[in-house]
């Protein structure tokens, strides 16, 4: 096949991948913690950060270091054969999951992880149905999807999987009347992030957790987005003291390389073998990669850093509400995942940030959110809160 010769990367991009992604009029070459550059050199402050894959910031070193060591030693080795870089990887993980947590399936993304924590929960409980809650974001593949409550997702691949319900965020009532004889698990995210930066409140996931007690229903806790420090501690549902039976776990467990995990808790039965596998979960290349990187998190506190940084960016967003000519409602956020709620839709916002040297996030159709490498500097802080309030006090079309 002859293919004419296209000549910058916008091009090559247009013309060879499917067109599922709507792309940003951008291109990212180069990060280095916080910052991200683009082909003409110009310099962003990420508060993108990968989707919430960057915890760690753009070429981590202790991550770069890692990947660099293991590519030279061994890059692919399957599950059905043990592995030393992995056993510590193991190790590592449970030492800073939740008490119990001690048992792991490594696969390679969110939505697998999604995937083999619904398998886990049927094949526990013998039971098929899941509930889960409305603006809940779990992933694209057909079990996460199905998961999954926003329409524009999941209506172009009906009929999904069934056995899939869905009832409001932070009402632990109507949890409890949806759960039938049939009911395998409640799945739930310990802050909302693609739904719009929703906060529960004090009392929900602890009442949740009191529910799935009662009545012999798993509870799986998506910390996907939540989770290695994003809200202010090590995992999001940490702030309400309670934990999962199942939790998946992904972004940025491997400092931004490809990876998931599934947690489940020792008290529950084991898995049969042969039940789930993955190819790449768990191969070495990976597993060196997120050793380094939960490493990097406990050495520089990053939870802690986390929480500090974000109350500090907080509080530098929060004078928008009220201001005249601000199109901001509501701030809102724990640690550095950070929601501004907008009185407009947020895509030109987002387009006009960009133009200010700022990348941010949607959440919803009118929610800018803010998704900073916990690594981030006060100046970077300071000049993308700078921007946003130049931005968001204006109306755009």
Known sequence: MTLEIENSTRQIEDRFEVGVYPKREVTIVRGQGASLWDDTGREYVDCAGGQGAANLGHCNPYVVQAIEKQAHILISCPEVFYNDTRA?????????????MSRVFLCNSGTEAIEGSLKFA???TGKTDVIATVRSFHGRSMGALSATWEKKYREPFNPL???FSHVPYNK??????????KTAAVLVEPIQGEGGVNLPSDDYLPALRQLCDETGVLLILDEIQTGIGRTGRWWGADHAGIKGDIMAISKSIAGGFPMGAVLVDEKL?????????STFGGNPLAAAAAFAA???TQDYNLPQRAAEEGAYFMSLLRPLVGEPGSVVREVRGRGLIIGLELKQKVVPYLKALMEQGVLALPAGPNVLRLLPPLVIERTQIDFAAEQIKVVLTQTLE
């Open 172 to 181: 632990v009532e109507a949890v409890r009347r949806a759960i039938t004889e």
């Open 269 to 277: 039965p084991e898995i049969g073998k042969g039940t789930h596998g």
């Open 161 to 163: 999987i069934p056995g």
């Open 294 to 296: 939960i490493q990097y």
């Open 88 to 100: 510590k990887l193991l190790q590592k993980l449970v030492e800073v999951a939740p008490t119990g």
């Open 122 to 124: 049927r094949i526990l």
